[in-house]
């Protein structure tokens, strides 16, 4: 009875220990090898601190930056060519909704009151979104990548870069570089803080009275619509299209997690160039989770032919 009370004991014990080792050696790791939350643009900047040009061809030079405005301003064209389109079709589907006769022959040169015109429109639309997001992000990568550009030009260059290749963003005054004597006062740094607060306000209204306009009018379809069963399922494809877009920016602007392995680039310069000091580094680097293993081991909770990351 004793025996199996003992044997019972120290297999709790064992479990616990283990489940204990477990935990610090995941916390190790952690530590070691951290999360990083970033979003794309912080990582594309992060990568390009360890470009190297081979040609001047793809410096990162100002010549690059007027060719990389080329090509936004080439997505931008088209991303606004789309968005009129997208905005037209909104419009329709609200003048309809508040009854306000109303026809599109201005927009597409063909009467488009036909039956079932709003599911179709609806549908459009949430795809035609979904088009344009896709480009904001292409022009958000294509921004990053200015912007690191000219984040490596001269202090007193960068607010003229930012002008010319950012004016819908560069809403600040000038601010001088060379003549750190010159400062605000608070009286201009509370006005400069109005038409900012101003135009948060908009964005979140504009955002606020579409999303709750495209609603109203999905809602509406959806109970009212000319195409039966067909108007629920093209409710069904604008909503989901929409949740995907509302997905697909999230995954493209905010910041996510990374694991950051880039210790591990010592292991690697040691095995190509110090092989005989691999062994001293893993020594040195790992010395208190190896402690930790070799008492687990003392204890006999751990077996010494047992990996020390491996599942226990």
Known sequence: MRV???STSFAFRRWAAR???????DRYFRKRHPVLWLTPGQLLEMDLEHYEAENEEHSLSVSTLEKLRTYRDAIEDKMKRARQINLLMFVALVSNYFAIDSDLTF???????F????EVFLVTLSFIGVYVIILENNIY?????MKFII???PDEV?????????FSENMRRYMPINLPRISQTPLNSNLSMIPFLFGLFLLVAAAVIYGGMYFLIASDIWKNGALEIWSKVSVAVAVTNSVLGILYVLTTRVPLPYRDFRKLDDIEFMKAFAPSQLQKLYEETHSDLVADFNQMVE???IDADEDIYGKL
Request: no cysteine.
């Open 19 to 25: 489940l204990g080792f477990r935990y610090r050696r």
């Open 107 to 113: 927009a597409f040169g063909i009467k488009a009151k």
């Open 151 to 153: 984040g490596r030009l």
């Open 115 to 118: 039956s079932g015109f709003r």
């Open 4 to 6: 199996s009370l003992a």
């Open 158 to 166: 960068r607010q003229m870069h930012i002008a010319a290749h950012f």
């Open 141 to 145: 990568i294509l921004n990053s990548y």
């Open 299 to 301: 204890k006999g909770y």
